[in-house]
């Protein structure tokens, strides 16, 4: 189960964001760090007993401040996914967990490479009801809610503005997302719960790995 500790230690970092609080508590840090993995190495383990994943990524909380006008050093939550196995196999999970009832979970497709996209938008082109029935299926709608994601305004490229499937056609990412109360998150049984969840998006995740290692065809492409 996840540490009311980490809660707390995130809490307190979202007040004291600097980098002298900081080390004055890397000691806490590495404490609740650590605690943060084994729920990571946990959840894969979970996920393992009825799918196909390679490796779990848990995020460094440090931010990169480069690039960005927002130069607060450090993030206040912790965030991990867990790929797939690829090439037959598409998708990843992520978990965050921050407080203050702003811990989530979320699936699917956050950044398809061009060409995948353009195979996803094809394939609803040309037939999208095979995705519909999944993401309305009532069962799938009560764990996942509805498709998010970035979307186009229009049309893309190449695709008529007025095909009856467009509001699939323009999508850029193809997300579900899951909220938790920090109640739920330090519940016993919260990993039982994420990892069901996670189960839950199988009918979508087959989907989208049979269309993106076939042609438009149906053709194998590995």
Same mark, same amino acid.
């Given at each position: ?27 806490? #840090? ?12 946990? !959840? ?16 460094? $909380? ?15 939550? #912790?965030? =991990? ?9 598409? =998708?990843?999970?992520?978990?965050? $967990? ?50 998010? =994601? ?17 509001? !699939?056609?323009?999508?850029?990412? #193809? $997300? ?9 998150? !330090?519940?016993?049984?919260? !990993? ?25 065809? =149906?053709?194998?492409?590995?």
């Amino acid at each position: 189960m996840i540490s009311k500790n980490i809660l707390d230690f995130l809490n307190a970092l979202e007040k004291n964001n600097d980098r002298v609080w900081f080390q004055d508590h890397k000691t806490e #840090f590495k404490a609740v760090e650590q605690d943060m993995k084994a729920v990571y190495n946990e !959840l894969f383990t979970l996920l393992k007993t009825h799918d196909e994943v390679d490796a779990v990524k848990m995020f460094r $909380i440090y931010r990169d401040v480069r690039f960005s006008k927002n130069k607060i050093p450090y993030k206040t939550h #912790f965030g =991990g996914t867990i790929h797939r196995v690829k090439p037959k196999l598409r =998708g990843g999970y992520y978990l965050q $967990i921050k407080p203050n009832n702003e811990s989530f979970i979320a699936t699917g497709f956050w950044d398809p490479n061009k060409e995948d996209l353009l195979r996803i938008r094809k394939e609803f082109e040309v037939d999208a009801e095979e995705v519909r029935t999944i993401i309305l299926n009532p069962d799938f709608k009560s764990v996942w809610g509805t498709i998010e =994601g970035e979307e186009l305004k229009t049309a893309p490229k190449g695709f008529d503005k007025n095909h009856p499937d467009i509001d !699939l056609i323009r999508k850029k990412q #193809f $997300i579900f997302s899951k909220k938790f109360t920090d109640q739920e998150v !330090l519940a016993p049984d919260f !990993l039982e719960h994420v990892n069901t969840a996670f189960k839950a998006v199988r009918p979508f995740f087959n989907y989208m790995s049979d269309v993106l290692t076939t042609n438009i065809n =149906g053709e194998s492409l590995i």
